[in-house]
């Protein structure tokens, strides 16, 4: 092979990976922001079996999550400080913050339903 097709081949090799590497992230990075854009039960119901038994990872997906889809899931919920945190019905998995200091929740939402003393 002489020069030129070397630097033909690597140029093109160069190319290819970069394009593989750009729509692997953006596949990546909108994962969680394509679930903000359709709200199906099937991939709600997915999201919450990925995170059983590991709590604090599910509190960390949850917070990425919009107020739309917090709604839609059976295992996140929606407080009344504009923050999705794991949940159910009976309210935020953890009441401190990382600190050790009680988190004061005047309602939270669960599948768009209001619960607590102050619900709008």
């Not at 903000?36 to 997906?61: A, M, Q, R, W, Y």
């Not at 917090?70 to 401190?96: D, R």
Request: with cysteine; net charge neutral; glycine share 8%.
């Amino acid at each position: 092979m002489n020069e030129i097709n070397i630097r033909n081949i690597l140029f093109y090799f160069i190319v290819l990976f970069g394009l593989f590497g750009l729509f692997g992230f953006i596949f990546s990075k909108n994962f969680l922001e394509g679930f903000d854009t359709v709200v199906d039960t099937n991939k709600s119901d997915s999201f919450c079996k990925s995170h059983i038994g590991s709590s604090d990872l599910l509190n960390e997906s949850c917070n990425k999550l919009t107020q739309k889809n917090c709604n839609s899931t059976s295992c996140c919920v929606w407080t009344n400080n504009n923050k999705c945190v794991a949940g159910s019905e009976n309210g935020p998995t953890y009441n401190t913050d990382k600190n050790g200091k009680t988190i004061d929740l005047d309602y939270y939402y669960y599948k768009n339903k209001c619960y607590g003393t102050k619900c709008p």
